[in-house]
Nanobody
């Protein structure tokens, strides 16, 4: 199975920026689907899909609430995926999880990172 290790997260003020990263190891070339996704879970709410990127052609998909503020990318050489978060809002607060092997519309992910807490304060 693919192992995903996350870094980043932290405490930022409204309007600030953070970048999350997700490093993949193990069966990195045996994904059932060539997509990497991001989910988040806010306090007291259900986990929700945020964004996804295709590993091969770098096509991206974002939920409406983060369009224009969040940007997905991958490293040119290393097996790394980044989520750049700009213009952060309090409602962006939550634990963010990267995932591998699912679809661009946020379904079917089988491998998950350990999560990274993002807190946006007023």
């Amino acid at each position: 199975q693919v192992k995903l290790v996350q870094s980043g997260g932290g405490l930022v003020q409204v309007g600030g920026s953070l970048r999350l990263s997700c490093a993949a190891s193990g069966q990195t070339f045996t994904f059932s689907r060539s997509n990497m996704g991001w989910y988040r879970q806010a306090p007291g709410k259900e986990r929700e899909f945020v964004a996804a990127i295709n590993w091969i052609d770098r096509t991206t998909n974002y939920v409406d609430s983060v369009k224009g503020r969040f940007t997905l990318s991958r490293d040119n050489a290393k097996i790394l995926v980044y989520l750049q978060m700009d213009s952060l809002k309090p409602e962006d607060t939550g634990v963010y999880y990267c995932a591998a092997g699912g679809s661009l519309d946020g379904l079917g992910y089988a491998s998950w990172g350990q999560g990274a807490l993002v807190t946006v304060s007023s």
